[in-house]
């Protein structure tokens, strides 16, 4: 009766045991890791660039009256050098007072290309492959007219 005692306790350790201990070892490792490297992520995001490189944001729009003040406004507000930003709002053949909207922005923007394209053809990917061609910037961000960026939503991406 002891020898099968003895063998019951001896599977259950192997099968429990063994894989609690190598999983142990390899969280506490992790573990330490993490604790050790606690600061050094947040170093480097509050680093500022050395170089800021020119950036392009497409905006296909399509009868975005109500909208696109926004978008833009927060494209002003971003916490990116402006001289660095380029702006390209292509239209989708709107038939409402998009452009409108688009020129009492432009009367007040400051820094930085922020120009109005206008496509012959209808969808969103007419109006993007329209940006993609025309764009100057080293990156490429694609922004719908109805999004309202964060204020440093470029620069960490460009990070």
């Known amino acids: 009766m002891t020898s099968t ?20 070892t390899t969280a506490v490792a992790y573990l330490w890791g993490a604790w050790r490297m606690r ?3 947040r170093r ?25 003040g926004r978008c833009l406004a927060s494209l ?15 239209d989708n053949q709107s038939t409402d007072n998009t452009l409108g ?30 940006g993609i061609y025309l764009a100057m910037g080293s990156f490429i961000v694609n922004v719908d007219c109805d999004v309202v960026l964060h204020e440093d939503a470029l620069l960490n991406m460009m990070k």
């Open 76 to 90: 002003r507000g971003q916490n990116y050098p402006r001289d660095r930003l380029e702006v390209l709002v292509v």
């Open 101 to 130: 909207v688009y020129h009492e922005t432009q009367a007040t923007w400051s820094g930085g290309r922020l120009d109005w394209i206008s496509v012959a053809q209808k969808g969103k990917s007419y109006a993007l492959n329209a």
């Open 39 to 41: 600061g050094v992520a």
């Open 44 to 68: 480097r995001d509050a680093a500022g660039l050395d170089d800021y490189p020119m950036v392009t944001v497409i905006i296909p729009v399509h009868c975005g009256e109500d909208t696109l």
């Open 5 to 24: 005692l003895l063998s019951f306790l001896l599977f259950w350790a192997i099968w429990l045991l063994v894989p609690l201990f190598i999983d142990g």
